[in-house]
């Protein structure tokens, strides 16, 4: 059935009623174990003294929150202002320029933040990545780009490079790995670009603009070598209208969540909680499941802000950075699961679209999956929890399609078609629910730990069985619905359906032919425009 398949307005309302009051329920519960915890000795290290105003200790858990907005935000702000000055300048005086400005000026950041040393082996690498992807062979550059990005992940390679970078502060590891990491995937992305390129090729200059812009350097996203030649080399910078306008209530609506979470952090300790399992134990059901349910919200959350920020930057260069990632809230498809929108796109353009052609195929898909997730494994760094959580996403990926397949022939595809649309919505939520709680495990199993994961299973699945199970499940299912119907508006929105062809202006009416011509012409559906779930 189609996605524009709608249900009774009460019943919306109903599941919308229902999935306010589980949150409020699960978040009372969540606070009141912060709140008798809070000072608990396996607390001493993550949860500190907070705001005066609110007179409670906050949560200091994520180091990359507190790098970005309390520790080292000060340089942060500095550097990213002084690109977006810098370019501002160019943009006015010289716009053919600004491609070689953003290069010189994020080529300098780099080299004041890390040495000279650390230059010269990204420069290293781009030289390495470039030369081969001057015989346009694509399994060459694709192995040698992989070859060169496992050297960051095992000895004795990683303490060879680490030596390269000159002095001793607590974010060395973090732009070490991190500008190396992107800096490989990026130069993957220019070789296999230029293998595609039939007349002459791409200059290494391309490739020095492409991987020193500053705003991307580090942290990324990483945005697609064919995209960011074509954005960054454009002349013509007038901005639609309001495009500033959009751009300034975007940094607006960063500063206020950052604000937000910094609050909650006073009241709800998600992040510290999960790490004392004799705590965890004895939580309530609901106190688990709302911990396993708001650590992945927080985790979207924190990527959602720290990408926004840097594609406000981006935009304000002109350029159409990724979108954040899709909010794990409205994710019951392992098909849209990821957290990280480039990188989602990098893997989906070069393995997983290449090798699994229109994903009709069981055989093309689970090489296509395979080979993906093998490239994540080394991105993320092989260890054992990394591995389940590949596993259990790659196998979850081809068993929807394994599912689709098998529904789609008789006679289940003539029962769904004997029903109702709206029968046909609340059954297949009913089967996006138990997908939804198997993307929640997974993802929490390589957010926080095996332990916790093995812990909110149990307890969901086991312990609380039936109980537990079917509340859980019950409102999980009203979840499922709020986010289809948002999921049918939107579909109205962009696809509206066809509106009546009009009576042609000559035609006679006479009362012998308004009573046998019919009252309207009934819309005919476009096949091509059903869109399937």
Known sequence: MGIKAALPKYEIYFYNTVLCLAMFWATSWIFEVSSSNANRKTFKTS??????????????????????????????IFALSGHVLFAKICSMLAPQYRSLVYMVYGLLAVWTSMGWTYVTLILSHCILLYSISLVKIRWLCFVTGLCTLATFKCEPFISWQAGFVEGDFELRPVFFYGGCGFTIM????FALENCERKDGNYNILELLKYNFYLPFFYFGPIMTFDKFYVQVNRCDLTRKEREMWNINLQGVIHLIVIIVVDILFHFMYILTIPTDLKLMKHLSDWALVGLAYFNLVYDWVK????FGVINTVSRLDHLDPPKPPKCITMLYVFAETHFDRGINDWLCKYVYNYLGGKHENMVEELVATLCTFGITILWLGPCQVVLIWAFLNCFGLNFELWTAKFFSVEPFSSFEMAMSEAMSRRIRAIFNTFNFWSIVLYNVLALNSLDFAKLVAKRLLLKG???????????????????????????LIDNPDPLPPAPPPNAAISPTTSATAPTGAQPVADPSKEKAE
């Open 47 to 76: 949860v500190k003294p907070g705001w005066y105003y609110f007179g409670r200790k906050m949560e200091t858990a994520d180091f990359e929150w507190l790098m970005w907005f309390s520790t080292f935000r000060d340089h942060i």
């Open 186 to 189: 990026r130069c993957m992305s």
């Open 465 to 491: 069985f039936p109980i537990t199970t079917i509340l859980v499940m019950f409102v999980t299912y009203c979840l499922i619905q709020v986010i289809k119907e948002q999921e049918r508006r939107q579909a």
């Open 303 to 306: 990527a959602a802000v720290m």
